[in-house]
């Protein structure tokens, strides 16, 4: 896990108006927590925050200065976003952390290469974009890399094919699938359709009383 630094202030006004004060104004509120030392109400710079993630992430290690403080060994435990306009930072929770202690982090999942399932018409899924780890914080990988040309229709990648280092405990159940190739939905309702009238054909023919068979003799042949 990668380490940066990150500035923060103090922050004494509250509440749920404050914060859209706060908002106007360039910042973004937040609370620092942990390790049995006070919740601390802090503020940092919405610019300086925004560029901070597209740099290094949410899953980092950081150093973080409050005002004149000693810095602090944090990560970030969770960030709200504006449910429109992802790029609005409304809060976060950093929490405090020992390197010397494990953590569990959410790791983003990075799929690469082009699957020749999709190639065929297939539609590749992505159903877990993030994987739980729980090691120590600088063991803790920046994101998991997952190579999916080799995938048809029909396979898939679940969370039993990782290959993560053996200090590294993945938390999400072994059979949780990952990505997947899929056949194309109209494709598959077609198939299915095309089933259900077979079947029917089958069941009306089955079900359709059999007349027997009368042979009838001419008047000629009675006669006889």
Not at 65 to 92: C, F, N, S, W, Y
């Amino acid at each position: 896990m990668q380490q940066a630094k990150l500035e923060a202030q103090q922050r004494n006004t509250f509440g749920k108006q404050s914060a859209r004060d706060l908002r106007k104004e360039g910042g973004v509120p937040a609370v620092l927590y942990g390790r049995a030392q006070d919740t601390l109400a802090i503020q940092v710079n919405a610019r300086t925050f925004k560029q901070f993630l597209r740099t290094y992430g949410e899953n980092v290690i950081i150093n973080m200065e409050v005002e004149a403080g000693d810095p602090e060994t944090v990560i970030i435990k969770d960030i709200q976003r504006h449910p429109v306009d992802k790029q609005t930072l409304l809060h976060a929770d950093f929490i405090r952390i020992s390197l010397d202690e494990p953590v569990t982090s959410a790791v983003p999942v990075v799929i690469v290469g082009n699957p020749p399932g999709v190639q065929q018409g297939g539609v590749l899924e992505i159903p877990l974009r993030q994987v739980s780890l729980h090691c120590l914080p600088m063991q803790m990988p920046n994101d998991i890399t997952i190579d999916v040309s080799q995938l048809e229709i029909g396979d898939s990648i679940s969370v039993r094919d990782l290959t993560l280092a053996e200090e590294i405990d993945i938390l999400d159940e072994p059979e949780r699938p990952i990505a997947m190739v899929s056949q194309p939905r109209i494709q598959l309702e077609d198939e299915l359709a095309e089933g259900e009238e077979g079947e029917g054909v089958e069941e009306d023919a089955a079900e359709e009383p059999t007349e027997p068979e009368v042979i009838s003799r001419r008047r000629d042949d009675d006669d006889e």
